[in-house]
Nanobody, 124 residues
């Protein structure tokens, strides 16, 4: 069965950069390539929000807060998805989780299938 696992979260200073990875196991690149994918985050005490998603063909969309600073990408051959975050701020502190789903560039429809998450803490 396919599983998702996030990695790369750590403590970073404001203004710093970080790249998160989401790797699928128990599958191959062909199966992986049929899913759209999304990065979600949940700050402490706050609701979960969609940060960015990427379609099967590489189209991307971002939440307003992430549009300038973040970049989502995928490598189907490595069954992986990435989120590169620049100029991190304290409000970016959250548990970041990856997800598979479907949709197009404009809309993302998540499946109830998640990794366990990786914690990003932005603090001086």
């Amino acid at each position: 069965q396919m599983q998702l696992a996030e990695s790369g979260g750590t403590l970073v200073q404001p203004g710093g950069s970080l790249t998160l990875s989401c790797t699928a196991s128990g599958t191959d690149s062909g199966i992986f390539s049929i899913y759209a994918m999304g990065w979600y985050r949940q700050p402490p005490g706050k609701q979960r929000e969609l940060v960015a998603h990427i379609t099967t063909s590489g189209g991307t969309n971002y939440a307003h807060s992430a549009k300038v600073r973040f970049t989502i990408s995928r490598d189907n051959g490595k069954t992986s998805m990435y989120l590169t975050m620049n100029n991190l701020q304290p409000e970016d502190t959250a548990l970041y989780r990856c997800n598979v789903g479907y949709g197009n560039t404009e809309s993302y429809y998540p499946m109830d299938f998640w990794g366990n998450g990786t914690l990003v803490t932005v603090s001086s």
